[in-house]
C-alpha cells in the first residue's frame, strides 16, 4: 500500500487500465446503489437515505437517544449537515432535541414514537430492496470479500490521530 503522496515535481502513480476498470465499476456500483436505494426510502417513507441512516441509528441507541456530536459520528457527516437533517426530521414529528443536562452546549437528539413507527413501517421494503439490489446478486464468499475490502478502506480512512480531518469534527 503507498500512501505518501507525491511532491509537485513528481509524476503521480496513474491507474492502471485494470485499477480503473475497478475503480470506475466501483463509483457507478456505488452511485446506482445509492440512487436505488433514496429512491425506494422517498417513495415509502418520504425521506433520503442518510435520513433513514440517523433514524436507525436512534433508534438502536439506548433510550432511543444520543448526542448530536456522536450521531454525526456514526453517520459519517458534518455537524452542520447533521443538524440540517435533524431539522428535518423534526419537522416530520420524528426526532426531537433535547439539550443535555451536564454540558450547556451539548444537544441529544431523540426518536419520537412516530419516529419509530416511521421505521417500522419501512424497514422490511428498505431490507428488501438492500438484499435485492446487493446480497442477492453475490455468492456468499462475495459477500464475505466485500465486507473484509469496505472494513480496510474504512479503517484507512478514519485516523485516529488527534487532528485527523474527519466530517463529524467539522
Known amino acids: 500500500m503507498n500512501t505518501a503522496s507525491t511532491s509537485?515535481?513528481?509524476?503521480p502513480q496513474w491507474l492502471t487500465s485494470e485499477e480503473q476498470r475497478v475503480w470506475r465499476s466501483y463509483v457507478q456500483a456505488t452511485?446506482?446503489?445509492?440512487?436505488?436505494?433514496d429512491r425506494q426510502l422517498q417513495r415509502d417513507a418520504g425521506m433520503p437515505h442518510i435520513y433513514y441512516g440517523l433514524v436507525v441509528?436512534?433508534?438502536?441507541?439506548?433510550?432511543r437517544r444520543l448526542r448530536m456530536t456522536e450521531l454525526a459520528m456514526k453517520?459519517?457527516?458534518?455537524?452542520?449537515?447533521?443538524?440540517?437533517?435533524?431539522?428535518?426530521?423534526?419537522?416530520?414529528?420524528?426526532v426531537r432535541r433535547e439539550d443535555c443536562p451536564s454540558d450547556k452546549r451539548g444537544q441529544f437528539a431523540v426518536l419520537t414514537d412516530a419516529g419509530l413507527e416511521v421505521l417500522r413501517r419501512t424497514a422490511p421494503g428498505h431490507v428488501a430492496a438492500v438484499r435485492q439490489a446487493l446480497f442477492d446478486r453475490l455468492?456468499?464468499?462475495?459477500?464475505?470479500?466485500l465486507g473484509e475490502i469496505m472494513q480496510i478502506v474504512a479503517e484507512g480512512l478514519q485516523p485516529n490521530e488527534a487532528g485527523a480531518d474527519l466530517p463529524w469534527l467539522r
Open 31 to 37: 452511485t446506482l446503489l445509492e440512487d436505488h436505494l
Open 8 to 11: 509537485p515535481a513528481e509524476e
Open 57 to 63: 441509528a436512534l433508534a438502536e441507541a439506548p433510550g
Open 75 to 94: 453517520a459519517k457527516i458534518t455537524r452542520s449537515r447533521l443538524s440540517h437533517a435533524i431539522a428535518r426530521l423534526e419537522k416530520n414529528g420524528w
Open 139 to 145: 455468492t456468499p464468499e462475495q459477500q464475505k470479500s
